[in-house]
Nanobody, 115 residues
């Protein structure tokens, strides 16, 4: 079992930055693929960025060059640094931990980017 708690969301103007954090507890954190997803009103949840246990990362095209995912296995933390934010980045952002059939979600944190 994995518990995930996100923090760091908020309201920011276009062009600004935010850093999301996700604290994990209750399991061997390092084996999980950690990801950040987002869901905007009326849209499906989408994968924004993911980082494997070895540190390999991937991003959705719309955030490449602006967002950076990182993880600290010793602290059981995963981060999403978001720069050059755009109004279309507005969504609830969720932290996810996945290992095969094991799939866990945080409660989400709201990110709102004003134009």
């Amino acid at each position: 079992q994995v518990q995930l708690v996100e923090s760091g969301g908020g309201l920011v103007q276009a062009g600004g930055s935010l850093r999301l954090s996700c604290a994990a507890s209750g399991a061997i954190f390092s084996i999980y693929v950690m990801g950040w997803y987002r869901q905007a009103p009326g849209k499906q949840r989408e994968l924004v960025a993911a980082a494997t246990s070895s540190g390999s990362t991937n991003y959705v095209d719309s955030v490449k060059g602006r967002f950076t995912i990182s993880r600290d296995n010793a602290k059981k933390m995963v981060y999403l640094q978001m720069n050059s934010l755009k109004p279309e980045d507005t969504a609830v952002y969720y932290c996810n931990a996945n290992f095969g059939r094991r799939d866990y979600w945080g409660q989400g944190t709201q990110v709102t980017v004003s134009s």
